[in-house]
């Protein structure tokens, strides 16, 4: 063959369409996989400025794959803008006698405190200023079945929920007092010496790919005073294993 019939078939082998590519062994090889769908970040943010508020909600990166969460999380938090400056404004319009103008303040930054490919666990501090001594301090938690697309409430998460309080709580009262103790430092405070009952917090799971422990969520003035903050209990979840609903149980870490 000569050089031009040589080159001809050279330009149209580079110019034919390229073959689909083979892994060793000659199979085809499959398309790459679907990148999960994520939401847009602005999604995850609520961010609202006037003279009498300051509204500020963020919700965490581990949300965005779960639209259905994100979507009633971020509606609850548009209708709290929404009371926060009815609140606002009519505050702004009457306030009391020798105090001056001041901007409300609503802050809630949801982090992720559990997440397994079955359960995601998020925990919250809403704090909210308008006018007093100091703000008020509310805790959250929300847990999402990722499988079914609907949150549940810790209850949710055994057969018998009354047996597994009735094990979490001596554990409870026990680490409550111990944290006490050492923030207090042998000082006493009246009125917060009793064991409160744990149900009545939030509960949130915790871990990353299989959950090993809870989290009792305090608010001030219930175990204690206002300058001893929050109380964050962390508790065992091995010993309410048996408790556990089956579908959840491969959520959990084994004994």
């Known amino acids: 063959m000569g050089i031009r019939p040589r080159l001809m078939l050279l330009a149209a082998l580079l110019l034919a369409a390229p073959a689909t590519a083979q892994p060793l062994g000659g199979t085809p090889a499959g398309p790459p996989p679907a990148a999960e769908s994520e939401l847009p970040a602005t999604d995850l943010l609520v961010r609202f400025e006037s003279p009498v508020l300051r509204f500020r909600w963020s919700l965490a990166p581990e949300a965005a794959l779960e639209p259905a969460l994100v979507t009633g999380m971020r509606a609850e938090a548009l209708a709290e803008r929404q009371k926060a400056m009815r609140q606002a404004e009519e505050d702004a319009k009457s306030p009391p006698p ?40 509310v805790l959250r938690s929300v847990i999402w079945d990722r499988g079914a697309g609907r949150r549940i409430s810790f209850a949710e998460l055994f057969t018998d929920p009354a047996a597994a309080m009735a094990v979490l709580k001596p554990a409870f009262c026990k680490a409550l007092d111990a944290e006490r103790a050492a923030r207090r430092q042998g000082q006493a405070a009246a009125g917060f010496s009793d064991c409160p009952d744990p149900a009545a917090y939030p509960i949130v799971p915790q871990g990353d790919g299989a959950i090993g422990m809870f989290r009792v969520l305090v608010p001030p003035y219930e175990a204690g005073p206002w300058s001893e903050g929050v109380y964050e209990i962390a508790l065992d979840a091995a010993p309410v294993r048996n408790f556990l609903a089956p579908r959840y149980r491969p959520a959990f870490t084994n004994p």
């Not at 982090?111 to 666990?121: H, K, R, S, V």
């Open 98 to 137: 020798g105090r001056p103008p001041y901007q409300t303040e609503w802050l809630e930054r949801w982090q992720p405190a559990a997440e397994t490919d079955l359960l995601l666990a998020l925990s919250a501090r809403q704090y909210s200023f308008t006018g007093g001594a100091h703000g008020n301090l």
